[in-house]
């Protein structure tokens, strides 16, 4: 019986041992290299930012206050036109408070709806129709556009985290008596 000296036995081993590491090398390489794909949801986050912003409208047509503010993270901004940004759920449940007075009706409607391809921003656009009763009582009814940005929260839920809107009316002019006096 042939036995291997001890300095092919060696070699052998050193051999096998290369192969078994550069084997290990390239699984470890392909496994790593691979990118994790992630599910796109887009579409579904699509509908359920479109059904929530039409509960909100509905809400804020209902002059539901408490309804209307829970729509908004805890760090929200909203930027109403002519007043600076309201930065704290009490500025915005104030705006809420004033706009949703008795005589409001109205509400918005969404033209636009895309999520980030990530799956935690989307944005909304569209336009509104807003009637209020001025000073004297008199009804007036106010055109614009809007957009929100809204961001998924760590329970999965969605919450809007920015707000604007602006009227497509044009802005009136100035009493003649104001005019004057200045």
């Known amino acids: 019986m042939l036995r291997p000296s001890l300095p092919?036995?060696?070699?052998?081993?050193?051999?096998?041992?290369?192969?078994?590491?550069?084997l290990l090398f390239l699984l470890a390489l392909s496994t790593a290299c691979q990118t994790q794909?992630?599910?796109?949801?887009?579409?579904?986050?699509?509908a359920t930012l479109r059904n929530l912003d039409s509960e909100w409208s509905k809400s804020a047509g209902a002059?539901?206050?408490?309804?209307?503010?829970?729509?908004?993270a805890a760090d929200a901004v909203v930027m109403p036109p002519n007043i600076p940004a309201l930065t704290t759920k009490e500025a915005i449940r104030g705006l809420w408070q004033s706009l949703?007075?008795?005589?409001?009706?109205?509400?918005?409607?969404?033209t636009r709806v895309e999520?980030?391809?990530?799956?935690?921003?989307?944005?909304?656009?569209?336009?509104?129709?807003?009637?209020?009763?001025?000073?004297?009582?008199?009804p007036m009814t106010d055109?614009?556009?809007?957009?929100?940005?809204?961001?998924?929260?760590?329970?999965?839920?969605?919450?809007c985290v920015v707000d604007m809107f602006s009227s497509d009316l044009p802005i009136s002019a100035p009493d003649e008596k104001e005019g004057a006096s200045k």
């Open 37 to 46: 794909t992630v599910a796109d949801t887009r579409a579904t986050d699509e």
């Open 100 to 110: 949703l007075s008795p005589g409001f009706s109205g509400g918005w409607n969404a």
């Open 143 to 159: 055109k614009g556009k809007f957009l929100e940005v809204w961001k998924k929260q760590s329970d999965g839920s969605w919450k």
């Open 8 to 22: 092919q036995f060696r070699v052998s081993l050193l051999t096998t041992q290369i192969s078994l590491l550069l």
């Open 63 to 72: 002059r539901d206050v408490d309804k209307t503010v829970s729509y908004y």
């Open 115 to 138: 999520v980030a391809r990530s799956g935690d921003l989307g944005y909304v656009t569209g336009s509104y129709e807003f009637t209020e009763k001025d000073a004297g009582g008199k």
